[in-house]
């Protein structure tokens, strides 16, 4: 299983962009999809996350102006990051909580560069 991130790239505040993660390979389907972040030197930490059916959860300073959604079709997360904030400069990464038809496994994106500029 593989995750393939894109849509990164240098914006001014206020800006938008918009993250996609596809995941290809053998698998029986995929439960949980996410985008991680982490800057220099921190911890990553979770931004936000979308369940199977739906359900979504976001890191609070994100709330309002990030959407998270997914398209099973395509196996694909996106992230829509709205009014961007400097403090949003991060590495950001996909996740998949991936049925291989054994057990359940974590993977991960290769991570995608985002800078907003002050």
């Known amino acids: 299983v593989q995750l393939q991130a894109s849509g990164g790239g240098l914006v001014q505040t206020g800006g938008s962009l918009r993250l996609s993660c596809e995941a290809s390979?053998?698998?029986?389907?995929?439960?949980?999809m996410g985008w991680y972040r982490q800057e220099p030197g921190k911890q990553r930490e979770l931004v936000a996350s979308?369940?199977?059916?739906?359900?979504?959860y976001y890191l609070d300073s994100v709330k309002g102006r990030f959407t998270v959604s997914r398209d099973n079709a395509k196996n694909t997360v996106y992230l829509q990051m709205n009014s961007l904030k400097p403090e949003d400069t991060a590495v950001y990464y996909c996740?998949?909580?991936?049925?291989?038809?054994?057990?359940?496994?974590?993977?991960w994106g290769q991570g995608t560069l985002v800078t907003v500029s002050s």
């Open positions: 996740n998949a909580d991936v049925d291989n038809g054994r057990h359940y496994s974590d993977y």
């Open positions: 390979g053998s698998f029986v389907s995929i439960n949980e």
């Open positions: 979308i369940g199977s059916g739906g359900s979504t």
